[in-house]
């Protein structure tokens, strides 16, 4: 599904943030320093425009974790394409994001 989307810079940090590496919320929170009422709608947005694509962890490794299950996002090809052109319309978005994150091994 294809929805028209607004391409503002808090948009264009989390698009970043994906395509850095970051996979769930809190770690799109930290990386950012977007609060979660910006991340979790704008998540949210760019998966109903075919920008983002997510699955749930599984139960059991959260579990195993001591944790609630996380849902993983990642960037898919449109969302790629529109990150290059929040790159282009925001010259500061190269900037800003904490080190990429260790891989989970669960």
């Keep these: 599904m294809t929805t028209r989307l607004n ?7 989390v ?8 996979g769930y919320g809190f770690d799109i929170m930290d990386a950012s320093g977007l609060p979660s009422g910006t991340v979790y709608p704008a998540l949210r947005r760019l998966e109903r425009a075919g920008c ?7 139960e059991a490794a959260a579990h195993r ?11 898919t090809g449109e969302g790629q394409a529109l990150l ?7 010259a500061g978005l190269d900037h800003g994001l904490h080190p990429a994150p260790t891989p989970d091994v669960s």
């Design 65 to 75: 974790a001591g944790r609630p299950a996380r849902r993983y996002y990642r960037i």
């Design 52 to 58: 983002v694509a997510s699955r749930w962890e599984e």
């Design 15 to 22: 698009l970043r943030a994906l395509a850095e590496g970051y």
């Design 7 to 13: 391409l503002t810079y808090p948009t264009a940090l």
């Design 84 to 90: 290059e052109r929040a790159r282009e319309r925001f």
